[in-house]
């Protein structure tokens, strides 16, 4: 189980980011995420009559290392370490650390 997924709102704690929120969009492997506005960079495209494209500098959001970005707890308006819980009917599910609560809180 991984402790963070798509879709979570996180906030990158290293690197030329530090400080931003944002959301991941997806998991790439075990080890990248890509989160929405953190990491973008400058893409230089040739233009492609045959697929359509035009040519020019685009902006693209490449992927950042899972150890870069720490869960967002709103509880506590500040990042957060997530660990394991096993609830009474056998389900487990994420936590924070720093308070016990849920991540997934439906």
């Known amino acids: 189980m991984e402790r ?4 979570d709102d996180v906030i990158v704690i290293a690197g030329r ?11 790439v492997d075990e080890r990248r995420v890509v989160v ?9 495209t040739k233009p492609n009559p045959m697929k359509g494209q035009t040519g020019g500098v ?3 959001v490449m992927p950042i290392d899972v150890s870069n970005v720490a869960i967002f707890n709103p509880a ?7 660990g394991f819980a096993i609830l009474d009917d056998k389900r487990k599910v994420r936590v924070f650390r720093s308070n016990g609560n849920q991540v997934d809180a439906k």
């Open 4 to 7: 963070i997924r798509k879709g």
């Open 76 to 82: 506590t308006q500040k990042a957060d370490r997530v």
């Open 58 to 60: 685009t902006d693209k």
């Open 36 to 44: 929405e506005g953190i990491n973008v960079v400058k893409k230089h």
């Open 17 to 27: 980011d530090k400080g931003k929120r944002g959301t991941v969009l997806k998991r």
